[in-house]
T-cell receptor, first 112, second 113 residues
Framework: QKEVEQDPGPLSVPEGAIVSLNCTYS??????FMWYRQYSRKGPELLMY????GNKEDGRFTAQVDKSSKYISLFIRDSQPSDSATYLC????????????FGKGTLLTVNP | DTAVSQTPKYLVTQMGNDKSIKCEQN?????MYWYKQDSKKFLKIMFS???????INETVPNRFSPKSPDKAHLNLHINSLELGDSAVYFC????????????FGSGTRLTVV
């Protein structure tokens, strides 16, 4: 079983739709959870950051973490064509462990 | 002013050659990384340096050798390039290990022909 599983899609939605992206993980040491957005031929940029379980909202984006189920989600409300990108979940155990473990990424296309 | 900058952006080279990629960060971070992204977009860590000390060395062929002359710079040298080395290589930096503030460069697209 891979440490982090993410449905690679692709996912295609109309403009204005609510998008739900998900990752599951197996390593219970993960405490820090991130969503990165990566546009074509660019580096990943941090979109949302959450520590432990709970919800975090930032504008049209909401990140949810359920550590008991080892499941994280990213919701995008009122999706826009500019949201078209690959979305990568990433996780870290922190402490002396500096690496981020990524999911494979979900390619999202928002159609005008 | 770019936070994490890598050079070159594109690199096309023949099998068997040796090449280097350079990375510099101006964020004052204490840790720098090399990640490899394959053709399916999967990002995997290769190396990490914390204050010039190697702290992560994943299962990477020893043809790959990182070097960190100081906290702000991390270079990657690759010997005897192979077709399978073709990928996008990302440099990143962070302060601490919690993931917040982890910043990636724009990548070096390496193509081995």
């Amino acid at each position: 079983q891979k440490e982090v599983e993410q449905d690679p899609g692709p996912l295609s939605v109309p403009e204005g739709a609510i998008v739900s992206l998900n990752c599951t993980y197996s390593n219970s040491a993960f405490q820090y959870f991130m969503w990165y957005r990566q546009y074509s031929r660019k580096g990943p940029e941090l979109l949302m950051y959450t520590y432990s379980s709970g919800n975090k909202e930032d504008g049209r984006f909401t990140a949810q973490v359920d550590k008991s189920s080892k499941y994280i989600s990213l919701f995008i409300r009122d999706s826009q064509p500019s949201d078209s990108a690959t979305y990568l979940c990433a996780m870290s155990a922190g402490g002396s462990n500096y690496k981020l473990t990524f999911g494979k990424g979900t390619l999202l296309t928002v159609n005008p | 002013d770019t936070a994490v900058s890598q050079t070159p952006k594109y690199l096309v080279t023949q099998m068997g050659n040796d090449k280097s990629i350079k990375c510099e960060q101006n964020l004052g971070h204490d840790t720098m990384y090399w990640y490899k992204q394959d053709s399916k977009k999967f990002l995997k860590i290769m190396f990490s340096y914390n204050n010039k000390e190697l702290i992560i060395n994943e299962t990477v062929p020893n043809r790959f050798s990182p070097k960190s002359p100081d906290k702000a710079h991390l270079n990657l040298h690759i010997n005897s390039l192979e077709l399978g080395d073709s990928a996008v290589y990302f440099c990143a930096s962070s302060q601490g290990s919690e993931g917040r503030g982890y910043t990636f460069g724009s990548g070096t697209r390496l193509t081995v022909v």
